[in-house]
Antibody, heavy 122, light 108 residues
Framework: QVKLVQSEAEVKKPGSSVKLSCKTS????????INWVRQTPGQGLEWMGA????????EYSSRFKGRLTITADESTTTAYLELGSLTSDDTALYYC????????????????WGQGTRVTVS | EIVLTQSPDTLSLSPGERATLFCRAS???????VAWYQQKPGQSPRLLIY???TRATGIPDRFSGSESETDFTLTISKVEAEDSAVYYC?????????FGQGSKLEIK
């Protein structure tokens, strides 16, 4: 049983950065990419990017390039999302989700999701 | 970026009725790369169907996926009260994977 537990809610000022974590347990951490998907009332579900820990390979949506960094720590089976230059448009519920397919950081279907972390930019 | 448009926005049905939800892509999407999710209030999305047709682990067989010339379809053969949720389609044929805007299923 794969479980993903995300960090607590954050409130940030415009222009600042936020770093979220996603601790995984069960399954094989290294070979399945951890993806980040955010949800807003206006934009719905939006894929942001992913990391495949075994190769430290990342894929990013071009919408966030330049201010999004996704990292992973295999020793703690934890993935991180860092988003900079925050604006009110970044107010959202951020999910991490484990890739169904192994060996790729490209988008795939997501069978396991974290509980979500709410980020408020105000 | 591939845009997915779902219809209807809202569907209101009585228990036992059949629900049909549609997802249309702005470009050709291979059936291997389409999934459906269910999201209930306050919960994370739950994978129902992937590869257009394959049910995820633990998903009841009243849920099924299919495709036609222009649409991908999620069908719930006989809806139950617990099926009240928002349903999203997703394509992952290329980066970025994208989601539809969602269809809300209400059970009367």
């Amino acid at each position: 049983q794969v479980k993903l537990v995300q960090s607590e809610a954050e409130v940030k000022k415009p222009g600042s950065s936020v770093k979220l974590s996603c601790k995984t347990s069960g399954g094989t951490f290294s070979s399945h990419a951890i993806n980040w998907v955010r949800q807003t009332p206006g934009q719905g579900l939006e894929w942001m990017g992913a990391i495949l820990p075994m190769f430290d390979a990342t894929e990013y949506s071009s919408r966030f390039k330049g201010r999004l960094t996704i990292t992973a720590d295999e020793s703690t089976t934890t993935a991180y999302l860092e988003l900079g230059s925050l604006t009110s448009d970044d107010t959202a519920l951020y999910y991490c989700a484990r890739a169904f397919d192994h060996g790729t950081a490209k988008p795939t279907q997501f069978a396991s999701w974290g509980q979500g972390t709410r980020v408020t930019v105000s | 970026e591939i845009v997915l448009t779902q219809s209807p926005d809202t569907l209101s049905l009585s228990p036992g009725e059949r629900a049909t939800l549609f997802c249309r892509a702005s470009q050709s999407v291979l059936s291997s790369y389409v999934a459906w999710y269910q999201q209930k209030p306050g919960q994370s999305p739950r994978l129902l169907i992937y590869g257009t047709y394959t049910r995820a682990t633990g998903i009841p067989d009243r849920f099924s996926g299919s495709e036609s010339e222009t649409d991908f379809t999620l069908t719930i053969s006989k809806v139950e009260a617990e099926d009240s949720a928002v349903y999203y389609c997703q394509q992952y044929v290329n980066t970025p994977g994208t989601f539809g805007q969602g269809s809300k299923l209400e059970i009367k």
